[in-house]
């Protein structure tokens, strides 16, 4: 039996009859950049997420990269990020020509280790940037009081956490703006690159809208340095259409994550802890094995693909070189022995069964 990790076309096939109709309307509109297709998107976006704007980018580095240009942070700034992420995280940090400054994460959670952000705080520190990592959202409730007792801005990175809730408040209501990726294999995922911002700050809202497009809100008026990187008509229309699932397909996944927990506990592996008032949306699930290299060769030879997000820390990285800070190991060993698992709101009670046989037979029970 094959397992593929995801099953982007099932997803596709599912809602190929609203796509095409998307399609056809933005072809036949011949309109295809910031019109209404974009502005419907992001009204819709914006009340998914509960906050008052939404702005559509070209992809999720850009969103989390305006973001702080909009909070005019950049040179001799330092940004708190988590050891273990993505590397757009850092990324953006870089791009604005701050400093990210590297925090350890809870090895079972994954996310930011709220009791290691103030030892990692300078009087250059001028944000906490925590990623709801694998869908699952950081402890926001220590961050923040950490964050407001010393007056930093907190920006979440929420690539991969669309629908995430805490105290069943969702993704991008908990920092002063969040960036979000509709990269295809994201929960929400777009049919090519797409990112958004969400904020309640006016000022920051209008910052990035105007950032976005060429540092420009009328045309040819140019206003502040800009980039060029909108949303497009024919992504929000895909987006908009796929929103209207994006609840019912993060509880899919719920389900098989809530399967994964009940049947692999006993198992020689460590499991993600979900703490309480936590509600993730499972964009990724993540054991954390020994012999990690090995695991996943004996899945393989069992049809089970599996991925591993992220196998090189990124202060490992040949980009962080010059980087002279703190050596991470919760982050290396994090690297050395995390595998996600096949999951997706696509995925079959018979996969989800085969992965689970199969991890009990290498395992040895
Ligand atoms: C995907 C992702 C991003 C970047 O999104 P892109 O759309 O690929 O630019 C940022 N942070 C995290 C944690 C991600 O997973």
Redesign the pocket.
């Known amino acids: 039996m094959k397992v593929p990790f995801l099953d982007i076309a099932a997803a596709h096939a599912e809602l190929r009859g609203e796509l095409d109709a998307a399609w056809n309307r933005v072809v036949d509109s011949a309109y295809f950049i910031t019109g209404p297709e974009l502005t419907a998107f992001e009204a819709a976006f914006a009340a998914y997420c509960g906050t008052r704007h939404c702005i559509g980018v070209g ?3 850009d969103a ?1 990269s305006i973001l702080l240009r909009a909070a005019d942070i950049g040179e001799g700034d330092e940004v708190l990020v988590p050891s273990h ?2 590397i ?2 850092w990324y953006a940090v870089t791009h604005v020509g701050a400093t990210p400054v590297p925090v350890e994460i809870n090895p079972t959670t994954y996310n930011l280790d709220p009791a290691l952000i103030e030892q990692a705080i300078t009087p250059r520190t001028r944000a906490i940037m925590p ?1 709801h ?1 694998y869908g699952q959202l950081a402890q926001m409730d220590e961050i923040r009081d950490i964050a407001q007792r010393h007056g930093l801005r907190v920006f979440e ?1 929420a ?2 956490a669309v629908g995430a809730t805490l105290h069943g408040e969702r993704a991008g209501k908990f920092g002063d703006g969040a960036g979000f ?1 509709f ?1 295809p294999g ?1 929960n929400l995922g777009a049919l090519g ?1 797409g ?1 958004a911002i969400v904020t309640d700050d006016d000022e920051l809202a209008n910052r990035a809208r105007t950032i976005r497009n060429y540092g420009s809100q009328k045309k040819y008026h140019h206003e502040r340095i800009g980039y060029n990187t909108r949303l497009d008509e024919l992504q929000a229309a895909f987006l908009h259409t796929k929103l209207a699932t994006i609840d019912a397909w993060n509880d899919r996944r719920r389900k098989v994550a809530t399967k994964y927990l009940d049947q692999l506990a006993g198992l020689d592996i460590v499991l993600p802890n979900v703490p309480a008032g936590h509600n993730p949306v499972w964009h990724l699930f993540v054991i954390r094995y020994s012999d990690r290299d090995c695991l996943r060769e004996r899945l393989a030879e069992h049809g089970i693909e599996t991925i591993i997000h992220y196998p090189i820390a990124p202060l490992q990285q040949p980009a962080y070189e010059h980087m002279d800070t703190q050596a991470a190991p919760l982050a290396e060993q994090t690297a050395a022995e995390v595998l996600s698992l096949p999951i997706g709101p696509h995925l079959t009670e018979t996969q989800s069964d085969h992965v689970i046989a199969t991890l009990k037979h290498i395992l040895g029970v």
């Open positions: 992809n999720g580095l989390l992420t993505f757009a995280t990623v990592l990175d690539a991969q990726s990269y994201k690159d990112g």
